[in-house]
Every structure is written in C-alpha cells, then in structure tokens.
C-alpha cells in the first residue's frame, strides 16, 4: 500500500516535498517512481529510483526534481524545486518489487502498486 503526501498549491518558481510511504517489508528492494497526470494529458513518469540506488528522470524534470529514498522509514520523497505552472498535475506515486531495466523506469506499466495520488497545483 502507497500513500502520497505533501502535494498543495505554490507560486512559479516555489518548491514542494512529497512523500509516500509504503506499508511493507524489504522496502530497499523495490523500485519506486513518481508519476503524474494533469488534466487531458496521458500519465507521465517524472522520476524512478532503482533498488534505492540509481535514479532516472525525465527531461521535464530533470535539474529541478530530486527522488530519494528513506530506507529506515520505507519512505520516498520527491523534492521539486523552480516549479512552473507546466509541472501543475495528480502526482503518483508507484512501486514494484525486485530489478526492472532503467529504460522501463518510467513507464506505467512496469509498476504493480500504486498511490492514490496528491495533487499539486502552480500558479
């Protein structure tokens, strides 16, 4: 189970954290994302972290988005930093357990668990 927090309302240029904790054992050997969808568009992979090692973004975000894990709090965050009004969307987070090739890291359907998600909104 995957739930999401931290998501709300910040002005261009402002920074959010979000959060999703994961209820279960053997946290460090999942592979973990975050997703997002904003109205009318297809749901886009943002950021993947492998196994809590190795981390892969997408170009949208890449340099003002960082993924981290806390292992000890089986918890993922998401820092986002310069955030423009493009960047407003539902944001996911998602899980699988065990290794997945980097190229399948932000693709929907390489992940089984999903957040509900927390919506974050720029202005």
């Known amino acids: 189970q995957l739930v999401e927090s931290g998501g709300g309302s910040v002005q261009t240029g402002g920074s959010l954290r979000l959060s999703c904790s994961a209820i279960g054992e053997g946290f460090g050997r999942y592979c973990m994302a975050w997703f997002r969808q904003a109205p009318g568009k297809e749901r886009e992979g943002v950021a993947a972290?492998?196994?809590?090692?190795?981390?892969y973004y997408s170009e949208s975000v890449k340099g003002r988005f960082t993924i981290s894990p806390d292992n000890a709090k089986n918890t993922v965050y998401l820092d986002m930093n310069n955030l423009s009004p493009e960047d407003t969307a539902m944001y996911y987070c998602?899980?699988?357990?065990?290794?997945?090739?980097?190229?399948?890291?932000?693709?929907?359907?390489?992940?089984?668990?999903w957040g509900r998600g927390t919506q974050v909104t720029v202005s």
């Open positions: 972290i492998l196994v809590g090692r190795f981390s």
């Open positions: 998602a899980a699988d357990l065990g290794w997945m090739s980097p190229g399948r890291s932000l693709t929907d359907g390489a992940y089984n668990s």
